[in-house]
């Protein structure tokens, strides 16, 4: 089957943030998307940011324009956010976002109307009813549909930072499971999710989605979801690696990370350099260890099998970077993915609120509530 990529004129990006909508006396989850979004529609200000239902109807997805900058991008899905803010404020909900809910459970969620949820729950079972999980994701543009799997390829290499750094999932129905992102081992566990197969050619993946298609795995190309996949009609790479960002500085600096790492890529490419590539076993256990043991692990590094710890690589990473983030107008926000490291990840945030309190997983969500008003 043929899979028209419509190349983007430029390495533009966006960003689609999904927010969780919590009861304000109870701090559980609550089931009022529609409410919610029916309201901010009904409103004066609405926003210039998409804001949409997801597959549960205790989530909204707040999705920008498409940007040149990435302090642009974030400033949209915030105001959004603000506009949420205002008409959810009078209605008893407050809103967060990481990776899971400390304390929700999955069996008191309801399903957004949409025969497209309804048939994805009805094949995925208990599995897809587990997918009470949040993340961030962000699209770059892509100019030609040849370097998209290259750059693909290439990325996954700095997988296992994305997700240390992003990690923000630790509790799952009031249990500490010992990863700092527990959300990154629940979705994979959905049909054609998880890391990308590595192809090299185009022809490779039109052939892998043909039989999927002729198979009954999809119906359609999106229903492909990879961490990390291309987007053909919005000629875009789509990283889904992230946890729930449970604030807008944080949003900004690792929105500025993919936009860095993949207009980095797109020059080495353009200069004829090969781009490096790790064999998948080794992309997986970066992935696991990332999940497992967050800004910690002992991420691998090439096919040689080098080992380093993710925060040692994260600086000379981002001291690459710097001619690139100054090209890309994001310098400020570049840096700023240092910070996160320093006040701590939002996983190790979490259990430092949960020592504190005893063990009190609604503090937790209070802190979360208090993390998405923070200014940029």
Known sequence: MSVPFAASPGMTLGVEWELALVDRRTRDLTNAAGEVIAALREGSEVPAARVTEELLRNTVEVVSGVHRVAGE????????????????????????????????????????????????????????????????????????????????GALLNHYPHLQALSASSP???????????????????LPTAGLPFQFTTW???????????????IDRVDEIRWDIRPSPRLGTLEVRVFDGVPTRRELAALTALVHC???????????????????????????WRAARYGLDAEVILDAKGRERLVTDDLDDLLTRLEPVAAR?????????????????????????????????LAAVVESLVEELAEPA
């Open 73 to 152: 991008a974030v400033a949209e899905v915030a105001d959004g956010v603000d506009a949420l803010r205002r008409v959810a404020d009078p209605m008893g909900i407050d809103l967060i976002s990481a990776g899971t809910h400390p304390f929700g459970e999955w069996s008191t969620a309801q399903l957004t109307d949409s025969p497209r949820y309804a048939e994805l729950i009805e094949r995925t079972q208990w599995w897809g009813r587990q997918m009470l999980i949040w993340g961030v994701h962000v699209h770059v543009g892509i100019t030609s549909v040849h370097k998209v799997l290259p750059i693909l």
């Open 171 to 189: 509790f799952w129905a009031r249990n500490d499971t010992g990863y700092a992102s527990n959300r990154a081992l629940l979705f994979q566990q």
């Open 203 to 217: 022809d490779e993946l039109e052939a892998y989605v043909d039989d999927q298609l002729v198979t009954g795995v």
């Open 261 to 287: 790492l993949v207009v980095d890529l797109d020059e080495r490419l353009e200069a004829g350099e090969t781009l490096p590539t790790m064999p998948p076993w080794h992309v997986q256990e970066n992935k």
């Open 328 to 360: 890309l107008e994001c310098p400020e926000e570049l840096a700023s993915v240092a910070d996160i490291p320093r006040r701590g990840a939002s996983y190790q945030r979490q259990r430092a609120v949960a020592a504190a309190s005893g063990g009190d």
